[in-house]
C-alpha cells in the first residue's frame, strides 16, 4: 500500500468535509484540540494522522469514522 497517497486521501477528505460544513481551518483545529499548522500538515498530505486525532477530527465534523473512510482508496 502506498501510504503517502492514503495520507493525502485522507487529508483531502478532511478539507472536504470541513469546507462542506463551513469550518474554517483555524475553527476546525480550535474545536478538534489540535494545531493548525498540524491540521494543515494532514489536509496536504505531509503529515501521518494519528487515530486519536481522526477521532476527535471526525467528533467535531460531526460523521462516524466508519463513514469517514467510505470513499475509494484506488483513486
Not at 494543515?40 to 476527535?56: A, D, H
Request: proline fraction near 1%.
Amino acid at each position: 500500500m502506498n501510504f503517502k497517497k492514503l495520507y493525502k486521501q485522507i487529508g483531502e477528505r478532511i478539507r472536504t468535509l470541513r469546507e462542506m460544513r463551513g469550518l474554517t481551518m483555524e475553527k476546525l483545529a480550535y474545536e478538534s484540540g489540535i494545531s493548525k499548522g498540524g491540521l494543515s500538515e494532514i489536509e496536504r498530505g505531509m503529515k501521518e494522522p494519528r487515530i486519536s486525532t481522526l477521532v476527535k477530527i471526525c467528533e467535531t465534523l460531526e460523521i462516524s469514522m466508519k463513514d469517514f473512510f467510505d470513499f475509494d482508496l484506488a483513486t
